[in-house]
């Protein structure tokens, strides 16, 4: 029996699900426009406050709509303490990805006034955005023995998530890299996590909801976990001359290479490009190129053997190890910049709700007689 078209589109592959405003990916010409705007030209201009207001109100902010939204987001920074007690409580061994999660599920409990569904969730969304960096750097400063986050209204969002992770200011050339990398990672129009995102918000569900249902989907090694995976992998080379053998014996054994293949991008991921260039960039800074190396001759092997183009994960996990924040932080960090896009996606569902809900084609049986428990074998 089937109750749909006989066409199934495994992943829902070339599903054109909705309508949007934010964010267009031409997946053969490998672009990535945020509302009009090429990601090469806000990678090279803008900074990640005034990508976030992109997102939410669909332009670019004059100097005094990005200094108060800056300002407020400063403002929005600070964690309830009744939040600081509960992260403090959690085991320290746990992923951050998992504190992640509970954290901005459990926030919801403390601001009820923000998780309202509607357009006054840009509340809401600055506040997710504000905070994600307070929730991960007080996480990891307890489990680091690090002294506690101060409130560090100078710094912006990715000198403060610097300074919450490292316990120090970073560089000119670090805050740059990391602001880059947070603009280049902000949004990606129906991705597994932002369509995770909109499936909950088309319910009339909250807005904290929504992340929630977010974070849990950005974790997968196949979506946002694929950057740590890709330094396991870096790990396990060790040295140019063993990538030949490791990623060749990974593809006989019919494994990923993570950090490779995109759904929608036929070419090179525009995102890879830009950040393989600041990857090199702060590699020469720093005197190690070492990583830079490494993925430019795995980028060679993989695409000779598999035809495969890097993706943004290739690149983010070697930037981010280089500013040192630990591997397990790589995905929190990708989080704390995606949860712009999440939440532009979550404002317009609002505005434009329809109920989203796919078929099945069922391939069970039917009609089987019930046999009392008593008589089964
Ligand atoms: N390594 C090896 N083979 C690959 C890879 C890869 N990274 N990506 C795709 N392939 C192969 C598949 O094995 C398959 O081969 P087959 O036809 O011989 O079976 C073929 O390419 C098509 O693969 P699909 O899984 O059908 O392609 P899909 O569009 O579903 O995959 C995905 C996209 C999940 C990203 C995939 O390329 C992948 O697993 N990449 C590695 C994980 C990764 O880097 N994820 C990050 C993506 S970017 C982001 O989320 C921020």
Not at 218 to 246: F, Q, S, Y
Request: negative net charge.
């Amino acid at each position: 029996m089937t109750n749909s078209s006989d066409e199934v589109q495994r992943g829902l592959q070339d599903v054109i699900a909705l309508e949007s405003h934010i964010c267009f990916i031409d997946g053969k010409e490998g672009r990535l426009i945020y509302d009009g705007y090429d990601i090469r030209d806000l990678a090279a201009q803008s900074n990640f406050e005034e990508t976030a207001y992109l997102l939410w109100y669909g332009r670019l902010p004059t100097s005094d709509q990005w200094a108060t939204l800056r300002h407020h987001l400063v403002e929005l920074r600070a964690l309830p303490s009744a939040m600081v007690e509960r992260i403090d409580s959690m085991p320290a061994t746990a992923t951050p990805m998992d504190v992640l999660r509970t954290a901005v599920s459990e926030l919801a409990l403390f601001e009820p006034e923000e998780t309202r569904p509607g357009p006054s969730s840009i509340g809401g969304a600055q506040r997710l955005t504000a905070i994600l960096p307070s929730i991960l750097g007080q996480f990891h400063r307890r489990r680091a023995g690090l002294p506690p986050l101060a409130a560090r209204p100078d710094l912006s969002h990715a000198e403060y998530l610097l300074y919450a992770l490292l316990n120090r200011d970073p560089s000119e050339l670090e805050a740059r890299v990391l602001d880059v990398a947070l603009i280049l990672h902000a949004d990606h129009e129906l991705n597994a996590s932002t369509f995770a995102a909109r499936v909950t918000a088309s319910t009339l569900s909250d807005l904290y909801s929504a992340v929630t249902s977010a974070v849990g989907t950005l974790k997968g090694p196949l979506h946002g976990g694929a950057n740590e995976r890709v330094m396991e992998m870096l790990e396990e080379i060790g040295t140019p001359d063993r990538v030949e053998e490791v990623v060749k014996a990974k593809l006989s054994r019919h494994e990923r290479i993570m950090g490779f293949g995109h759904r929608v991008y036929k070419v090179e991921d525009p995102r890879a490009t830009i950040l393989r260039e600041w990857s090199r960039r702060i590699g020469e800074a720093q005197g190690d190129l070492h990583y830079y190396e490494l993925l430019r001759k795995v980028e060679e092997v993989v695409h000779r053997e598999k035809g495969l183009y890097p993706n943004v994960d290739l690149y983010s996990g070697s930037v981010y190890a280089l500013l040192g924040i630990p591997p397990d932080l790589f995905t929190p960090v990708f989080a704390a910049s995606r949860v712009a896009g999440w939440t532009a996606h979550v404002l317009e569902e609002y505005q434009d709700l329809r109920l989203i809900r796919p078929m099945a084609k069922y391939i069970g049986p039917t009609d089987l007689p019930y046999v009392s428990i008593g008589s089964r074998v």
